[in-house]
């Protein structure tokens, strides 16, 4: 006992603080422009390398992405550090380069993931690319594809690649496009879309330029794909695991009504498209299999918002009323909400911020190293220009 008490008061000086629960206050928050000189084209995503806290990568849509200096503000321009822009198809408002990785040791293979739409015929491409260390960008001619998923429609591609705190790759796409998943891909787990998969890059199996992790849900269940981790997603647009409680956080972007935020978890079913947010939906296929649904955490109806755009949970220092608090966005509307969550539940989500004076859609959020959150933003207009910005400061 002498010696157990010590041991426990050190431990709780040591120990993260925890989260003040689902009920506690969120508050406001202010937004400042990164890069005010800057014009990007349609800025998809922004995302740190490991080792390298003084660049930002952004996506543009088109299949560029850019390293920015975050200690040159003022900078009116990115350095190219990859162009794919010719393998990349964006003919659609939902097509082009949407989503990239860094594999977890990137500083010692140099391997990075580019998830995008490609033509003729169309599919989306999950490719990896490796940095030349001569020149410190990646080699066009070290692309090697890991997956291709045909793409019936143009719409609905997704979709977030990215690494999970168990090393695993877990890649979201939608279920295929037009309206009212006709293909019944949501519900069916014999096919990719409409899922969020995971696959372990760090391996290779017969027929396959990666290897299926043991423990996912749908292994050695015929008539399946063991890629799947979870299904009946309409389409996950953006999604991000808290660094906090290990959470995957989803925003599944809504059809007739309903947008929607999950916790994304291993063999759950979200219920597109016999269900729309917590919701029966209409046009969804009679006679689907039952199932369990998992209702949302948070779902919003299409008077406050058309586009769900998931966020981040904030984890960062600088703005201690917001630590614990997930954020995620209306891209259309422009509206920011936060809701924060603990083992027994979610609260209510709280509008933190409205759009005023300024013309933001948000396309994405983005997370530093240091924990702090950025967004892109198209400025008005779906062709035009676009913009970074970051959570500056609470109310
Ligand atoms: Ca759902």
Known sequence: MKTFLPLCALLLAFAPPADPGRQAAIPRIRLTRLFPQMEL???VQALQAPGDDRGLFVLEQAGRV???????????????????RKQVND??????????????KHRENGFVYLYYTASRPRRSELTRFTVDKATGRPDIASAKVLLEVGQPYANHNGGTVLFGPDGMLYLSLGDGGAANDPQGHGQNPGSLLGKVIRIDVDREEAGKAYAIPKDNPFVGVQGTRPEVWALGLRNV????????SGRLFGGDVGQNAWEEIDIIERGGNYGWNPREGRHEFAGGKPGAAPARFIDPIAEYGHSEGVSVTGGFVYRGERLPTLRGVYLYADYAFGTIWGLRCDASGCGDPVVVWRRQGTRSMWSSFGELHDGELVLCAFDGTESGPGSLWRIDATE
Not at 92 to 101: D, I, P, Q
Request: proline content about 7%; aromatic content about 10%; charged content about 25%.
């Open 41 to 43: 084209l349609r800025p």
């Open 237 to 244: 647009w953006r999604m991000s695991f808290d660094r906090g």
């Open 66 to 84: 850019l390293r920015l200096d975050l200690q040159s503000p003022q900078a009116t321009e990115g350095v190219t550090w990859l162009d794919i």
């Open 91 to 104: 003919q659609g408002n939902e097509e082009g380069l949407l989503s990239m990785a860094f594999h977890p």
